[in-house]
C-alpha cells in the first residue's frame, strides 16, 4: 500500500482517501507529516533517487505497523565497505519535530546531491541509514484524540503495547534496551508510568526490532555503523553517554573514547547552538538507546534533544508551531553533515586520526570477529585464549597474568581463573591460537601496532612462546614477533610491538597470536591488548 500512496504521489494525484482514515494534525499544524504522509515521503524520494536511496522496513510495531529505514549512498543496492552512521527518530510517541527532523536530512542528502560537492562526498563515502519513526503505533495514537482542550493531541509517550494484569498501556521504548536494563534509578517498573522500562529489556517489538537491525550491520566481526544521533524533543541539547550514572568516565569506557564522545559532541553543539553535556547530566536514564549503542558495540552514539527550549510543560515543549519547523530541522544542517563526515572516525577530532583511524583499531572491549582455534589444531589442554578482563595472577611474588590492560576492561588472555583457582589457567600441553576478523588494507598502510607479554616461571625454556603473525588471503601465515622463554623468571609486563605492513599493502590480511607451552609443563601466560593498524 505504502508503495501505491508513493506513486501516486508521484503522479500529482491527492491520496485523499488513505490520507483521511488516519490520524492527523489539525489544519493550523498541517505542514507535520503524519505516519502516512511521512511513509509516502519516503517512498517517493527512492522513486526519484533510485540510485541514491533504497527504502525498507527494519521489522512491525506491536499494532503491526512497518518501521521504515531508509539507506542513502552511491551504488545503494551494493554493501561497500564505508563507513556507516544511524539516525533514528520519534521512540517518543508525542516528539513529532525528530520526524520532520529525518525527512529534512533524507531530503538534503537526495535533492541537494548534485549541486552541494559537501553532500556528494558524503554520500559517496559513506553509508547512512536514516530510521524515520520507532514508535508507528504510538506516533498515531498521539493525534487521534477526539476531546479536550489539545485534541488531537494527547501527548503520548510510549508504545501501544498492552501489559499484563493492567489497563495502562505502553513501554518506553527508551527505556527498554539491554545494556544496564532498570539498573539504576533511571527508569519505572510501574506500569502506569511514563517511563515504564517493560516486564524486561527488549520486551518491545520495536526494540527488537532496532537491536536486530544494528546487529545486521556486525560484517565479519566488525560493527560498522560508527557513529548514531537519536532525535528527541526537546531542550536543545546533545548528551553523550552514558545515561545510567554520573560517573564521567565509568570502567566500561575507555579514556580514549571519552575524550572523543565529548569532543565530538561539542563539535556538533558548535554547530547548532545547542548545549552538549553528558545524558545523566539531564538526568539518570537506564536501559536507553545510547548506552546500549556505545556500551555493546562502542558506536558514538548521541540523543539530540530538538526545539525548542524547555518550556516546562508538556504542550510547549512537544508541540510547536509547525511555523517552527523550516528553520529548526534546517538550523542542523551544518550539524547533521558534520556528524556524517567527522562520524566515519570521531577519534579524528581529538588528534588520533594516525592511530585509531586506520583498518583495524581494536581495543578489545567489545567482540570484534576474533575466533579462538580457528583451524581446529590447537595443542594446548589449559589456558585457551579467551577476551576478557585478566585477573591478578601471582606465583613466588611475581606477576604471570597481568590484572590490567592497556585499555579499558579487556584484553585478550590466556586461561583467566579457572573456578576463582589460578592453579589451572595457564596454558599447558602446547599452542593455542587466535585469529582476527579479516581487515582489508588500502595501497598506502601504516604499522601493525599492538601491546603484549609474555610471562612464564622458572623451568620454561625456549620451546614455550608467544608469537604473532599476519595471515594473507590464502592461509600463508608470516611471523612478524617471537618472544621466547627461557629458564629465568619472567614476570609479565606490557610491551610494545610495531610491525611494517607495507608487504600486504592492498590485500585482506588477518592477525594471528600464539601463546606455546612446550616440551615440558611450566608456567606459561601471555596477553594482547589494543591491536591497531595505522594509517601510512
Ligand atoms: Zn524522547
Redesign the pocket.
Known amino acids: 500500500m505504502a508503495l501505491t500512496l508513493g506513486a501516486l504521489i508521484l503522479a500529482g494525484l491527492a491520496p485523499a482517501s488513505v490520507a483521511a482514515a488516519s490520524p492527523d494534525f489539525p489544519a493550523k499544524d498541517s505542514r507535520f507529516h503524519n505516519f502516512p504522509e511521512m511513509v509516502a515521503e519516503i517512498h517517493a524520494a527512492e522513486a526519484a533517487y533510485p540510485e541514491l536511496v533504497d527504502v525498507f522496513s527494519i521489522g512491525q510495531s506491536h499494532q503491526g505497523r512497518e518501521i521504515w529505514a531508509a539507506k542513502i549512498s552511491d551504488n545503494v543496492a551494493v554493501d561497500e565497505n564505508e563507513p556507516e552512521i544511524l539516525f533514528d527518530s520519534l521512540?517518543?510517541a508525542r516528539?513529532h519535530m525528530t520526524v520532520e527532523q529525518t525527512l529534512y536530512l533524507l531530503r538534503v542528502l537526495t535533492v541537494d546531491y548534485a549541486t552541494d560537492p559537501q553532500v556528494k562526498a558524503l554520500v559517496d563515502g559513506r553509508e547512512i541509514f536514516i530510521i524515520f519513526a520507532v514508535n508507528p503505533d504510538g506516533f498515531e495514537y498521539d493525534l487521534s484524540a477526539t476531546t479536550g482542550t489539545h485534541a488531537p493531541y494527547r501527548a503520548w509517550r510510549k508504545n501501544r503495547q498492552p501489559n499484563a494484569g493492567s489497563s495502562y498501556l505502553g513501554t518506553d521504548l527508551?527505556r527498554n534496551y539491554g545494556y544496564r536494563w532498570g539498573c539504576c534509578g533511571g527508569s519505572s517498573a510501574t506500569k502506569s508510568a511514563n517511563t515504564y522500562r517493560g516486564p524486561t529489556a527488549w520486551s518491545a517489538p520495536e526494540t527488537r526490532a532496532m537491536r536486530d537491525f544494528v546487529a545486521s550491520r556486525v560484517i565479519d566481526g566488525r560493527q560498522q555503523i560508527k557513529s548514531h544521533v537519536t532525535f528527541?524533543?526537546n531542550g536543545e541539547l546533545i548528551l553523550w553517554p552514558y545515561g545510567y550514572t554520573k560517573r564521567n568516565r565509568p570502567a566500561d569506557m575507555t579514556v580514549d573514547d571519552y575524550n572523543a564522545l565529548v569532543a565530538f559532541a561539542k563539535g556538533q553543539a558548535g554547530r547548532n547552538g545547542y548545549k552538549a553535556e553528558q545524558s545523566s547530566d539531564l538526568y539518570i536514564t537506564d536501559g536507553d538507546q545510547i548506552d546500549w549503542m556505545y556500551g555493546a558495540y562502542r558506536i558514538f552514539s548521541y540523543t539530540w534533544e530538538l526545539f525548542p527550549p524547555e518550556t516546562a510543560t508538556v504542550w510547549g515543549d512537544h508541540y510547536p508551531a509547525d511555523e517552527h519547523i523550516a528553520r529548526q530541522t534546517a538550523r542542523n544542517r551544518k550539524a547533521l553533515l558534520f556528524v556524517i563526515d567527522v562520524g566515519a572516525c570521531p577519534y579524528r577530532w581529538t588528534g588520533r586520526t594516525r592511530t585509531h583511524c586506520g583498518p583495524l583499531f581494536d581495543d578489545l572491549e567489545v567482540n570484534r570477529g576474533w575466533v579462538v582455534n580457528p583451524d581446529g589444531t590447537d595443542t594446548a589442554t589449559a589456558g585457551a585464549w579467551e577476551r576478557g578482563n585478566p585477573d591478578a595472577i601471582s606465583r613466588s611474588y611475581q606477576m604471570t597474568q597481568m590484572g590490567t590492560t592497556t585499555s579499558g576492561l579487556a584484553g585478550l588472555v590466556t586461561g583467566r581463573k579457572v573456578n576463582g583457582a589460578a592453579s589451572a589457567s595457564d596454558v599447558d600441553g602446547g599452542t593455542t591460537t587466535v585469529r582476527s576478523a579479516p581487515v582489508v588494507l588500502g595501497a598506502g598502510v601504516g604499522a601493525l601496532q599492538f601491546r603484549y607479554y609474555l610471562a612464564h616461571q622458572l623451568g620454561s625454556s625456549g620451546a614455550d612462546a608467544f608469537r604473532a603473525y599476519v595471515e594473507d588471503g590464502t592461509g600463508a601465515r608470516t611471523l612478524v614477533l617471537e618472544e621466547l622463554g627461557g629458564p629465568e623468571v619472567d614476570a609479565a609486563a606490557w610491551a610494545t610491538a610495531r610491525v611494517a605492513m607495507t608487504p600486504w599493502a592492498g590485500q585482506t590480511i588477518r592477525i594471528v597470536f600464539e601463546a606455546t607451552d612446550g616440551d615440558t609443563d611450566s608456567l606459561v601466560e601471555a596477553g594482547v591488548d589494543d591491536v591497531r593498524i595505522e594509517r601510512p
Request: proline content about 0%; aromatic content about 0%.
Open positions: 521512540h517518543h516528539e527508551n528527541h524533543t
